[in-house]
């Protein structure tokens, strides 16, 4: 079975500029979660979808973040523009359902400059 | 949502030792996993306890849910257990967040 897949593994890019990270949930599973991790601290959950609805996006900063997951299976998440702060990795992960167990991908490291 | 403390923050073994890893939560959960991440960034399950107790391996898992804590068994650690070690939470009726503690990072030497 194929895992959470994730691209680019490592992104850097200027300040104010955009970029954006793709997912594939493994199949079949209803739940996705975008974390956002930075050195020596756990993930922080960004936002998390239910097929295609939103069901947490509370600590998403939504002047410069958003997400989608058209159709209910691969996800997007775009930074713009980006900050300083927003160097982390961004960690994408899927569960069957919204209290199921978690299967988290390789991560897609972000460097602003 | 959850509130997730972990103890120690870190820990260093000499190979062969075992070690106990401590996660306490604010609230009564309903969803409770442990995870290994590796040296690499790759976070990996290593158990879904919302309570009770489970083992796989070398490793082992304890939630007492009426108490708010939950405990990871290293038995016979080895080298390759080296990482940060992260317990995460939820409670249903707070919110569908899965929130992590800060991890205790591990050191295994020879």
């Known amino acids: 079975e194929a895992g959470v897949a994730q691209s680019p593994r490592y992104k850097i890019i200027e300040k104010r500029q955009s970029v954006a990270f793709w997912c594939n949930p493994i199949?079949?599973?209803?739940?996705l979660y975008w974390y956002q991790q930075i050195l020596g601290q756990g993930p922080k959950l960004l936002i998390q979808?239910?097929?295609?609805?939103?069901?947490?996006d509370s600590q998403l900063p939504k002047d410069r973040f958003s997400a989608e997951r058209l159709k209910g299976v691969d996800s997007t998440l775009k930074i713009q523009p980006a900050k300083l702060e927003d160097s982390a990795v961004y960690l994408c992960?899927?569960?069957?359902?919204?209290?199921?167990?978690?299967?988290f991908g390789e991560g897609s490291r972000l460097t602003v400059l | 949502g959850i509130q997730v403390e972990q103890s120690p923050p870190d820990l260093i073994l000499q190979e062969g030792a075992n070690s106990t890893l401590r996660c306490n939560f604010s609230?009564?959960?309903?969803?409770l996993q442990w995870f290994h991440q590796n040296p690499w960034g790759q976070l990996i399950n290593l158990f879904y306890?919302?309570?009770g107790t489970k083992q796989n391996g070398r490793l082992s898992a304890t939630t007492v849910a009426t108490e708010r804590y939950s405990l990871l068994y290293i038995s016979s650690s080895q080298t390759t257990d080296s990482g940060v070690y992260f317990c995460?939470?939820?409670?249903?009726?707070?919110?569908?967040?899965?929130?992590f503690g800060k991890g205790t990072s591990l050191l295994v030497t020879p």
């Open positions: 992960a899927s569960s069957q359902r919204h209290t199921g167990e978690l299967f």
């Open positions: 199949s079949g599973h209803a739940t």
């Open positions: 979808f239910q097929n295609n609805g939103v069901v947490d």
């Open positions: 609230d009564s959960v309903n969803n």
């Open positions: 306890i919302p309570s």
């Open positions: 995460a939470g939820q409670n249903s009726n707070s919110g569908y967040a899965l929130n």
